[in-house]
């Protein structure tokens, strides 16, 4: 999931005018992923990951050779209430290990429009695989007004089916479709 927008910036970063395979490294502290579900028809629960860490290796003349991989801890999931945190964490959803990884991979990156492209890869979490897409945007690339060095900023969204992962316990009472909102930053690294 992480993912995931970085990509995005990847097939977009021509326009921004930055040298040929650029290694990019992501903010953690300014990077999430937002999820949320339909709860019994009632409601919308929501969440979020975050503590991210990726590297993106952006190639200006071919994007689509570009790469990103990006991963952060299961655990960091936060949804504003502990005992549903905890029952997430449970055997019900991840059983999940403090080493636990969702993990975002690239195959493949399709510009769709000046600021956005659609990012295939694949999605890893509670050990399975999937190949999704996330319909990115490069938000701004340039210098970054406090680290006075190069700073990208992405958004990208798609929609999941948790039973897919092996998560979709209540379902479909609870809902199995959960859509993300994914947004970035990265930094040129040293």
Not at 120 to 125: A, C, K, N, S, V
Not at 157 to 170: P, Q
Request: charged share 20%.
């Amino acid at each position: 999931m992480k993912t995931t927008l970085l990509a995005a910036a990847l097939a977009t970063f021509a326009t921004a005018g930055l040298a040929a395979s650029e290694k990019y490294v992501l903010d953690s502290s300014h990077s999430q992923v937002l999820f949320n579900y339909n709860h019994l028809g009632f409601s919308t629960t929501y969440g979020m990951f975050s503590g991210f860490e990726g590297v993106i290796m952006f190639d200006q003349e071919d994007p689509a050779a570009s790469s990103v991989e990006v991963s952060m801890p299961v655990k960091s999931m936060f949804t504003g209430w502990e005992a549903r945190d905890g029952h997430f964490m449970s055997d019900d959803f991840f059983g999940a290990k403090d080493t636990d990884l969702v993990s975002f991979t690239s195959t493949g990156i399709e510009v769709t429009g000046e600021n956005t492209a659609n990012i295939t890869g694949d999605l890893t979490m509670n050990g399975v695989t999937k190949a999704v897409v996330l319909d990115a945007k490069l938000n701004q690339a340039g210098d970054h007004p406090m680290a006075g060095k190069p700073w990208a900023g992405f958004d990208a969204t798609t929609t999941l089916l948790r039973s897919d992962f092996n998560v979709g316990k209540f379902a479909p009472f609870v809902g199995d479709e959960v859509h993300l909102n994914i947004s970035v930053e990265a930094m040129k690294a040293e």
